[in-house]
């Protein structure tokens, strides 16, 4: 599972340096196509579901430097790519 | 604020919740002519050390969930260095018979808990929108949203 948005995460990179621009937003991509950004989660998810279906797609937050969560008790490895 | 009062046990801050595919993804799946899964209830550890929420791979695979997101994360195991995790969209309710508080669209990461007799973490990304009182000489909590 860790491979299934591949093709998107690289095109995040490919086109992270033109996003910068809308830092905070939220990128809709689909395969190699950056479909749009969004103010919300919610609605970069919607969208979504509303133009790519039920096929593979990524939203992620517009960000210069990636958050990094916290977890205070262990994960076990399978969530880790 | 509405709230609930709820016994602490030796667990910690329990509760059940019910998590089901996203609002934007059910309408999908009706449009495709396809089966909503049933919403799931899971027991829940409410986790003030989780930035953002995790739900069990049982539950993810009963909804059929694929990936649509990816986040880093630390753990105590991870030794400084970030790992990339997928995230799945779920909506969550938080469920009971006098109150329930119901999130349409919440992005959490995989994680085996059922061997910690828990099948959730409510993290610190659905607790920012909710009043929490740990009072543990009394043994309950209190949980406002």
């Given at each position: 599972?860790?491979d299934?948005?591949?093709?998107?995460?690289?095109?995040?990179?490919?086109?992270?340096h033109?996003l910068?621009?809308e830092?905070?937003?939220?990128?809709?991509?689909?395969?190699?196509?950056?479909?749009?950004?969004?103010?919300?989660?919610?609605?970069?998810?919607?969208?979504?579901?509303?133009?790519?279906?039920?096929?593979?797609?990524?939203?992620?937050?517009?960000q210069?430097?990636?958050?990094?969560?916290?977890?205070?008790?262990?994960?076990?490895?399978?969530?880790?790519? | 604020?509405?709230?609930?009062t709820?016994?602490?046990?030796?667990?910690?801050?329990?509760?059940?919740?019910?998590?089901?595919?996203?609002?934007p993804?059910?309408?999908?799946?009706?449009?495709?002519?396809?089966?909503?899964?049933?919403?799931?209830i899971?027991r829940?550890?409410?986790?003030?050390?989780a930035?953002?929420?995790?739900?069990?791979?049982?539950i993810?695979?009963?909804?059929?969930?694929?990936?649509?997101?990816?986040?880093?994360?630390?753990?105590p195991?991870?030794?400084?260095?970030?790992?990339?995790?997928n995230t799945?969209d779920?909506?969550?309710?938080?469920?009971?018979?006098?109150?329930?508080?119901?999130i349409?669209a919440?992005?959490?990461?995989?994680?085996?808990?059922?061997?910690?007799?828990?099948?959730?973490?409510?993290?610190?990304?659905?607790?920012g929108?909710?009043?929490?009182?740990?009072d543990?000489?009394?043994?309950?909590?209190?949980?406002?949203?």
């Amino acid at each position: 599972m860790a491979d299934a948005l591949a093709t998107e995460l690289k095109t995040y990179e490919e086109h992270k340096h033109e996003l910068l621009a809308e830092e905070g937003k939220f990128v809709l991509i689909h395969g190699a196509n950056v479909l749009g950004t969004y103010g919300t989660y919610e609605d970069a998810l919607k969208i979504g579901y509303e133009k790519c279906k039920l096929e593979p797609f990524l939203v992620k937050q517009i960000q210069a430097v990636e958050q990094v969560h916290y977890f205070s008790r262990d994960l076990p490895a399978e969530c880790l790519t | 604020m509405p709230h609930l009062t709820l016994q602490l046990g030796p667990a910690g801050p329990l509760l059940d919740v019910i998590i089901g595919v996203s609002a934007p993804r059910q309408t999908a799946l009706r449009q495709a002519g396809q089966a909503i899964p049933t919403p799931q209830i899971a027991r829940a550890l409410i986790d003030t050390g989780a930035s953002v929420s995790a739900v069990d791979p049982a539950i993810l695979n009963v909804l059929s969930l694929s990936p649509t997101g990816q986040m880093m994360i630390h753990t105590p195991s991870t030794a400084g260095q970030p790992h990339a995790c997928n995230t799945y969209d779920i909506h969550l309710t938080l469920s009971h018979p006098a109150l329930s508080f119901y999130i349409g669209a919440l992005p959490v990461i995989q994680s085996s808990l059922h061997h910690q007799g828990i099948q959730a973490l409510i993290g610190r990304d659905v607790l920012g929108n909710c009043l929490l009182v740990y009072d543990g000489r009394a043994g309950i909590y209190i949980l406002g949203f």
